[in-house]
Every structure is written in structure tokens, then in C-alpha cells.
């Protein structure tokens, strides 16, 4: 069977009728030209408005050349026991952060989740309170907290809970949004309350989910909890801070190595738990 041949006044009559089929109408390759123009311009006002030049990139470079020159081999130093006991603390400061935060996100999840609470304005404003508190980044939590409760672990605890829950609820209330809805329905109609419906019909499906969300925050807030100490709020950030000042660059070297190994033995571990908690 062969394809019809069109005549070209009915090419041009499908032309007329389904322009976009046939390419990009003038409008739209002006609009694209326009959108190109636009963006670019924008690239070369950043480039301007924060002063980048190959003459400021050329000097950092070099700049970061010796600096990398100087941190070679790395080295412990003699103060490798506080090296230590900062990791240490970096570590629990991630688990009892995540920890608090996941105890306090798991009802709001479920607040948030739509299947839940029925209720479109509580749903909408109770979602905009989670987008809220995630817009503050554990950084400035920790400063507010440091000025509140004084330095140390306590203020970087406090900062990396109040930055979880938001995420975490969030999280939580999109996976329970996502649970099948007939093992809830299944629940109701043996007589079910709304509370065994969530016990019973919800929370066992989505509960390997939080474990899962539990254990990788645990891994990402060990990275976050490094960088706290920077502003006093414990941690080994101080310690890489105290460094940097010195310049003690070969032990500076030495912490961020000790960062990766333990992040990446932390994400081995929660990797192989969430596992087994997700095949079984």
C-alpha cells in the first residue's frame, strides 16, 4: 500500500489548518531567537554585576594551586585527638538531629498528606508551613540557635532538627499521598476508625519508606553537621575553621579526608539497611 500524494493546494490547505506540524511558525522562531537573546544577556549581566573576569578566575586559580601544593601530604597534626573527638561529635550531632526530626515529621506528614486530611484550606496551609521552614537552610538555624543556647553540639542538634522536619514531613506526606488507598478502604469498611485506617491501612505501607528517608538523612546531615561547627555550632567544622586560619593546610587536608571516609562508610552501612527494609 502506498502513501497518498497530496496535491499542493491540499499541502498547503493542512499547512493553513495545523501550522505546528509542519515546523516553527514565524512567531515562535522569534519567540526562540528572543528567549536566546534574553538568556544570554542575563549570563553576561551576572558576569558583569559579580565582577568575573579571566583575569580574577586566572589569579584564584593560581591562588588555590598553592594552597593544594601546601596541603600535601596530608597530616593529623598534633591535636589529632580533637580532630577525632569533632568527627565524633559531627556523627551523633547527625543521628540525634535526624532522630528528633523524624519523630516530630512523621504526624505532620501525615497532616500533610491530602488522603488524610481532607480539608483543602488545612492542606494548602499546612504545606506552605513545611515550604516555610524548608527555605532556611540549617546554616541559619544553627547561627540563630548558637546566639540562643549558647556554642556548641547543642545549637547544631537543634539547627539540623528544625531543618529536617520540614523535608522530612514533606517527604513523608508525599509517600502516604502515594499508598494504595484500597488497603485504607479495606479498613474502613470492617468498621475501622479514622485512626485505625491510618494505623492499619497507611502506615505499614509508607513506614519502609520513612526508615529509608531516615537513614539517608542521617548520611547527608553527617555532611551538614561539618560545616557547622564553622559558626560554633560543634562539630568538626570547628576544627577545620581553627585550620584554615593557621593555615595549617597539610591537617586541613587530613579532616576532609576523614570526612569522606566517614560519610562514605556511613552511606554504605544505611545503604545496605535500607535494603534489607525495602526487599523486606
Given at each position: 500500500?502506498?502513501?497518498?500524494?497530496?496535491?499542493p493546494p491540499e499541502i498547503a490547505g493542512w499547512q493553513k489548518r495545523l501550522p505546528r506540524a509542519f515546523g516553527p511558525t514565524f512567531g515562535g522562531r522569534v519567540g526562540q531567537w528572543l528567549g536566546a537573546i534574553a538568556f544570554v544577556?542575563?549570563?553576561?549581566?551576572?558576569?558583569?554585576?559579580?565582577?568575573?573576569?579571566?583575569?580574577?578566575?586566572?589569579?584564584?586559580?593560581?591562588?588555590?594551586?598553592?594552597?593544594?601544593?601546601?596541603?600535601?601530604?596530608?597530616?593529623?597534626?598534633?591535636?589529632?585527638?580533637?580532630?577525632?573527638?569533632?568527627?565524633?561529635?559531627?556523627?551523633?550531632?547527625?543521628?540525634?538531629?535526624?532522630?528528633?526530626?523524624?519523630?516530630?515529621?512523621?504526624?505532620?506528614?501525615?497532616?500533610?498528606?491530602?488522603?488524610?486530611?481532607?480539608?483543602?484550606?488545612?492542606?494548602?496551609?499546612?504545606?506552605?508551613?513545611?515550604?516555610?521552614?524548608?527555605?532556611?537552610?540549617?546554616?541559619?538555624?544553627?547561627?540563630?540557635?548558637?546566639?540562643?543556647?549558647?556554642?556548641?553540639?547543642?545549637?547544631?542538634?537543634?539547627?539540623?532538627?528544625?531543618?529536617?522536619?520540614?523535608?522530612?514531613?514533606?517527604?513523608?506526606?508525599?509517600?502516604?499521598?502515594?499508598?494504595?488507598?484500597?488497603?485504607?478502604?479495606?479498613?474502613?469498611?470492617?468498621?475501622?476508625?479514622?485512626?485505625?485506617?491510618?494505623?492499619?491501612?497507611?502506615?505499614?505501607?509508607?513506614?519502609?519508606?520513612?526508615?529509608?528517608?531516615?537513614?539517608?538523612?542521617?548520611?547527608?546531615?553527617?555532611?551538614?553537621?561539618?560545616?557547622?561547627?564553622?559558626?560554633?555550632?560543634?562539630?568538626?567544622?570547628?576544627?577545620?575553621?581553627?585550620?584554615?586560619?593557621?593555615?595549617?593546610?597539610?591537617?586541613?587536608?587530613?579532616?576532609?579526608?576523614?570526612?569522606?571516609?566517614?560519610?562514605?562508610?556511613?552511606?554504605?552501612?544505611?545503604?545496605?539497611?535500607?535494603?534489607?527494609?525495602?526487599?523486606?
Amino acid at each position: 500500500m502506498t502513501a497518498p500524494i497530496l496535491s499542493p493546494p491540499e499541502i498547503a490547505g493542512w499547512q493553513k489548518r495545523l501550522p505546528r506540524a509542519f515546523g516553527p511558525t514565524f512567531g515562535g522562531r522569534v519567540g526562540q531567537w528572543l528567549g536566546a537573546i534574553a538568556f544570554v544577556g542575563w549570563l553576561v549581566t551576572l558576569f558583569w554585576w559579580f565582577d568575573i573576569t579571566p583575569a580574577r578566575i586566572w589569579r584564584g586559580l593560581d591562588g588555590i594551586w598553592v594552597i593544594i601544593r601546601l596541603m600535601i601530604p596530608p597530616s593529623p597534626g598534633e591535636q589529632w585527638r580533637d580532630i577525632l573527638r569533632g568527627m565524633g561529635e559531627s556523627v551523633a550531632m547527625a543521628f540525634l538531629g535526624s532522630t528528633i526530626a523524624v519523630v516530630v515529621a512523621i504526624p505532620l506528614g501525615f497532616l500533610g498528606a491530602r488522603n488524610v486530611v481532607i480539608n483543602t484550606l488545612a492542606h494548602f496551609s499546612i504545606r506552605r508551613v513545611f515550604d516555610g521552614f524548608r527555605g532556611m537552610d540549617s546554616l541559619i538555624w544553627a547561627l540563630a540557635f548558637v546566639r540562643a543556647v549558647g556554642l556548641g553540639p547543642l545549637a547544631g542538634v537543634m539547627a539540623i532538627a528544625v531543618a529536617e522536619i520540614a523535608v522530612l514531613a514533606k517527604l513523608f506526606a508525599e509517600a502516604i499521598e502515594n499508598a494504595d488507598p484500597r488497603e485504607a478502604e479495606a479498613v474502613t469498611a470492617v468498621g475501622g476508625n479514622a485512626i485505625l485506617r491510618v494505623r492499619f491501612g497507611l502506615l505499614p505501607q509508607v513506614l519502609p519508606v520513612m526508615l529509608a528517608q531516615y537513614l539517608y538523612q542521617i548520611e547527608s546531615n553527617t555532611r551538614s553537621a561539618s560545616i557547622l561547627g564553622v559558626v560554633g555550632a560543634g562539630g568538626i567544622g570547628l576544627q577545620i575553621a581553627e585550620r584554615i586560619k593557621v593555615r595549617y593546610w597539610d591537617e586541613v587536608l587530613f579532616i576532609i579526608l576523614l570526612i569522606l571516609v566517614t560519610v562514605g562508610v556511613i552511606d554504605a552501612i544505611s545503604s545496605r539497611i535500607r535494603r534489607r527494609i525495602i526487599d523486606g
